[in-house]
C-alpha cells in the first residue's frame, strides 16, 4: 500500500517560516518525482514543488521561487518543504504527491496523493 504521509501545516503570520514533511512508503518505481500541490479555496491545485529521484533536480512554481526550497532524505524516505517568508496567498491545502519520471508536474499526472496539511497564513 502506497503511503504518502505529510505533516507540518499550521498558523503562521505573513512573513514566518514552516517546514512540511512527507513520509512516503509502498510505491515501487525505480524513478520517480516527488514533491508538493496546494489548492486554496476556489482554486485548482497547483503544483508547487518537486524533486527528483534520479538526480535530485528541482522544480518550483513561479510564485514560491525564492521562499520555498524542497529537499529529500532517501534514508528516510521523506521528502520535504521549507517555506520561508510566507504570504497569506500561501494560505492551501498542501499535498504530498508522487509520479513516475517522465511524467508532467500537474494533476492529471500523479500516480499518488498523500492527505493533505493546512497551511494558513495570516495577515
Known amino acids: 500500500e502506497v503511503q504518502l504521509q505529510a505533516s507540518g501545516g499550521g498558523l503562521v503570520q505573513a512573513g514566518g517560516s514552516l517546514r512540511l514533511s512527507c513520509a512516503a512508503s509502498?510505491?515501487?518505481?525505480?524513478?520517480?518525482?516527488i514533491g508538493w500541490f496546494r489548492q486554496a479555496p476556489g482554486k485548482e491545485r497547483e503544483g508547487v514543488s518537486c524533486?527528483?529521484?534520479?538526480?535530485?533536480?528541482?522544480y518550483y512554481a513561479d510564485s514560491v521561487k525564492g521562499r520555498f526550497t524542497i529537499s529529500s532524505d532517501n534514508a528516510k524516505n521523506t521528502v520535504y518543504l521549507q517555506m520561508n517568508s510566507l504570504k497569506p496567498e500561501d494560505t492551501a491545502i498542501y499535498y504530498c504527491?508522487?509520479?513516475?519520471?517522465?511524467?508532467?508536474?500537474?494533476?492529471?499526472?500523479?500516480?499518488?496523493w498523500g492527505k493533505g496539511t493546512l497551511v494558513t497564513v495570516s495577515s
Open positions: 509502498g510505491f515501487t518505481f525505480d524513478d520517480y518525482a
Open positions: 524533486i527528483s529521484s534520479i538526480d535530485g533536480s528541482t
Open positions: 504527491a508522487v509520479t513516475r519520471v517522465g511524467r508532467y508536474w500537474a494533476p492529471h499526472d500523479i500516480d499518488y
